[in-house]
């Protein structure tokens, strides 16, 4: 009877934990226009890092703003604490449970503090990465800056940087949960919908082994 009490609680501690996907790949990998279509589908809560940093820096008042601006002209990442408080306070504020996080961990620094402050809280259910070479993700970014994207690092000399830090930083971070068996990797050179044609089927299987 005990036993079977434990193992009751424990399924509603389970279903309670909010369930998350980080999503990582380079500057204009894709990341953004996927994650409205899983959103779409699978009813997920899209929480862009980067868009909740920049969020924050355009705060009038906010104490992170110009320390947020700084790191993003120079296409550094800024400090875990901050990225971590942002991402915490948006979850929880949003009132639901299964969270695509877009654009984190990318790097060992923002891994050791997720890893510290948030993954005790979660269930990580796996990394989806969308692997897109270098060529291919500056002339998107370039195009969106030129449509007018209204960001302030989608020029040659931001995105230089940025991809020097993704190369250098992020892709160990992919790294190591691919040696935990637990990286999905896309293919995002292909068209939109041939892209989401693979993610769609990641989250299907995902739904199929009752994890969402």
Same mark, same amino acid.
């Given at each position: 009877m005990v036993f079977g009490l434990r193992t009751i609680i424990q399924s509603i501690v389970t279903m309670a934990q909010p369930k998350v996907v980080f999503v990582l790949g380079g500057p204009g990998a894709g990341k953004g226009t996927q994650c409205q279509r899983i959103v779409k589908d699978f009813e997920f809560v899209h929480l862009s890092a980067g868009d909740l940093l920049r969020e924050e820096r355009a705060k009038p008042g906010s104490e992170y703003g110009e320390l947020i $601006?700084?790191? /993003?002209? @120079?296409?550094? /990442?800024?400090? !875990? @604490? /901050?990225?971590?408080? =942002?991402? $915490?306070?948006?979850? %929880?504020e949003?009132?639901?449970?299964? +969270? =695509?996080? @877009?654009? +984190?961990?990318?790097?060992? #620094?923002?891994? @050791?503090?997720?890893?510290?402050? !948030?993954a005790s809280k979660v269930k990580l259910l796996f990394v989806l990465y969308f692997d897109c070479p270098l060529e291919v993700c500056t002339n998107r970014c370039l195009s969106r800056g030129a449509a007018g994207s209204g960001r302030s690092d989608d020029n040659i000399e931001s995105l230089h940087k940025r991809f020097n830090t993704y190369t250098s930083e992020t892709k160990p971070i992919i790294d190591y949960y691919r040696n935990l068996?637990? !990286? %999905? %990797? /896309? #293919?995002?050179?292909?068209s939109a919908d041939d892209v989401y044609d693979a993610v769609k089927q990641a989250f299907l299987e995902l739904g199929a082994s009752g994890d969402i």
């Open positions: $601006e700084s790191y /993003i002209r @120079d296409g550094k /990442i800024v400090p !875990v @604490d /901050i990225t971590c408080s =942002l991402l $915490e306070r948006a979850m %929880q949003s009132g639901k449970n299964k +969270f =695509l996080i @877009d654009g +984190f961990p990318r790097n060992q #620094d923002n891994l @050791d503090g997720w890893n510290r402050r !948030v068996n637990l !990286v %999905q %990797q /896309i #293919d995002a050179t292909k």
